[in-house]
């Protein structure tokens, strides 16, 4: 048998598997209804079921029913804060001094003071309150309040001398802001619509991961450094910097990964409880005599397990370590884990991968247990 059998990172899919196994007629049925192109299994279907069922079948044993308690692929809230103060995803509540809206007599006096003086203030409270600053987007408004923070010191220090009241003011709406900031850093990314269809959940591998969907690591490289910019309030970028590399996201290749590890602990459970179940009742081979059976498992493990899975687990593997980590650099940086929400789907992402890892590596020292018996492992004779 091939070395590669002891690489790590093997792949199988579960995608689709009841319908194929347990309804082919119906699922001809259906295809002849959509269109054979659209209900063709993927090549990692395809794989997968081969496998699985040609495992069941060299062991004589029933293909398992479907697991109740499978790992359920996990799914990103809507941020909490949000949730809890009622607000429309368009409305804002960060309109401090400068708002069109207030009536707040202290504001009235700070905006006529910042008309007649230089201050950077007036004209980006005066582009905040036009017609397209009360429609702007978060990307547009966490930037602004950036902005607003930086321009705030600056005029803090005009008019402490002349207008200490109306320069308590503007510090504490400043402060306000700031404390603001990583609410809005962590809505802007996270809850924002890119990286919603980011995650979005995906019934379908297709081609994916040997044929790759998208180029993601310089838009996260990006949206990772402009993030602590924003944190440190040194921020030079604009709204629409930060949009364009938020629309990379949009491929929706962290669905994909998901979906593929998803695949991979279930179909590596089906596979694990095959073999348990054969060998509670008996070895592959007595005193060490190889078999057909055995000869028949060796041929499906090299043919499609090594052969087919393995190449497709490690191209899901090497799209996992280029991207995982810089979405993780991402998520500490702009401090995801203080929303809680957001917090558990990162501990349900991390399960999904660490299980589907670890079935994958007690999969195939099973497979090794297994042929060391019928000296048919590597190196044996």
């Known amino acids: 048998m091939p070395a590669s059998l002891h690489h790590p990172s093997h792949q199988i899919s579960a995608c689709g598997h009841s319908i194929w196994r347990g309804g082919r007629s119906v699922l001809t049925i259906f295809c002849i209804a959509v269109g054979l192109t659209a209900c063709s299994p993927s090549p990692w279907d395809q794989a997968q079921i081969r496998y699985t ?12 029913s479907t697991n109740t308690h499978a790992i359920q692929a996990p ?7 949000a949730q809890a103060a009622g607000q429309a995803p368009s409305q804002s509540h960060d309109d401090g001094p400068g708002a069109a809206e207030t009536n707040d007599p202290a504001s009235l006096n700070l905006l006529d003071y910042l008309r007649t003086t230089p201050c950077a203030l007036h004209s980006l409270i005066s582009e905040h309150n036009s017609s397209l600053g009360k429609l702007s987007s978060a990307t547009t408004r966490l930037v602004y309040n950036v902005n607003f923070i ?3 010191d600056r005029c803090v220090t005009g008019l402490s ?19 603001q900031l990583p609410d809005q850093l962590r809505a802007a990314l996270f809850f924002g619509p890119e990286f919603t269809q980011f995650w979005r959940a995906q019934s379908s591998l297709g081609q994916y991961p040997e044929t790759l969907q998208s180029d993601l690591e310089p838009a996260l490289k990006a949206l990772l450094h402009d993030a602590t910019a924003i944190s440190a309030l040194t921020f030079t970028g604009t709204a629409s910097d930060l949009d364009l590399s938020l629309g990379a996201l949009r491929s929706a290749e962290g669905g994909l990964l998901l979906k593929g590890w998803l695949d991979v602990a279930h179909q590596m459970q089906a596979a694990n409880n095959l073999i348990d179940t054969f ?23 090299e043919n499609v397990y090594v052969g087919q899975l393995q190449p497709m687990t490690a191209a899901l593997n090497r799209r996992t370590h280029a991207l995982l980590p810089l979405v993780e650099a991402l998520e500490r940086a702009a401090g995801a884990q203080q929303d809680p929400g957001y917090a558990a789907f990162i501990t349900a ?33």
Do not use: F, M, W
């Open 53 to 64: 069922e040609g495992l069941a079948r060299t062991l004589d044993v029933p293909l398992p």
């Open 75 to 81: 799914v990103p809230p809507q941020p909490v804060s």
């Open 150 to 152: 930086n321009a705030s």
């Open 161 to 179: 001398a002349s207008h200490p009241e109306l320069a308590d003011q503007l510090q504490r709406e400043a402060d306000r802001k700031r404390a």
């Open 279 to 301: 060998l509670a009742k008996r070895p592959l081979c007595y005193e060490n005599q190889s078999n057909p059976r055995a000869l028949r498992l060796k041929a499906l493990v």
């Open 349 to 381: 992402r991390s399960d999904v991968i660490g299980t589907a890892r670890a079935r994958l590596v007690a999969h195939t020292e099973r497979l090794q247990s297994l042929l060391t018996q019928c000296r048919l492992a590597p190196g044996q004779r």
